[in-house]
C-alpha cells in the first residue's frame, strides 16, 4: 500500500513561487503517472498537472502551463510541482495522487491520494 504525503504549502504573494513535494512511504512502482490535483472552496476537484512515471511524460491544466512544472524522482519516490508566478485563482488545496492508467487527466484514474496542502495566494 502506498501512502503520500504533500508539504510545500502555505501563504504567499500573487507573483510569488512555492515548491510543493509528495513523499510516497512506499515504492511506485506500479503506478502509471503521479499526479496533482487542487480543490477551491465550493468548486470541484480539478486536474493540475501529471508525469507519467516510466517516459517523464508531462501533461498540464491550461491555467498552469508555463508557470508550474511537475517533475518526479523515482529513486527517491518524490514528486515535485514548482509553482510560479502564482495568481490569487490558483488558491486551493493541493492534493497529490497515483494513478494506474490513461487518461492522465482524469481524478477517476488515481487510486491513491494524499490529505492535501493549502496554498493561498494573496492579490
Known amino acids: 500500500q502506498v501512502q503520500l504525503v504533500e508539504s510545500g504549502g502555505g501563504l504567499v504573494q500573487a507573483g510569488d513561487s512555492l515548491r510543493l513535494s509528495c513523499a510516497a512511504s512506499g515504492r511506485i512502482f506500479n503506478s502509471y503517472a503521479m499526479g496533482w490535483f487542487r480543490q477551491a472552496p465550493g468548486k470541484e476537484r480539478e486536474f493540475v498537472a501529471a508525469?507519467?512515471?516510466?517516459?517523464?511524460?508531462?501533461d498540464y491544466a491550461d491555467s498552469g502551463k508555463g508557470r508550474f512544472t511537475i517533475s518526479i524522482n523515482n529513486a527517491k519516490n518524490t514528486v515535485i510541482l514548482q509553482m510560479n508566478s502564482l495568481k490569487p485563482e490558483d488558491t486551493a488545496v493541493y492534493y497529490c495522487?497515483?494513478?494506474?492508467?490513461?487518461?492522465?487527466?482524469?481524478?477517476?484514474?488515481?487510486?491513491?491520494w494524499g490529505q492535501g496542502t493549502q496554498v493561498t495566494v494573496s492579490s
Open positions: 495522487a497515483a494513478g494506474f492508467g490513461p487518461p492522465v487527466v482524469l481524478a477517476e484514474k488515481y487510486g491513491v
Open positions: 508525469v507519467r512515471r516510466n517516459t517523464g511524460a508531462t
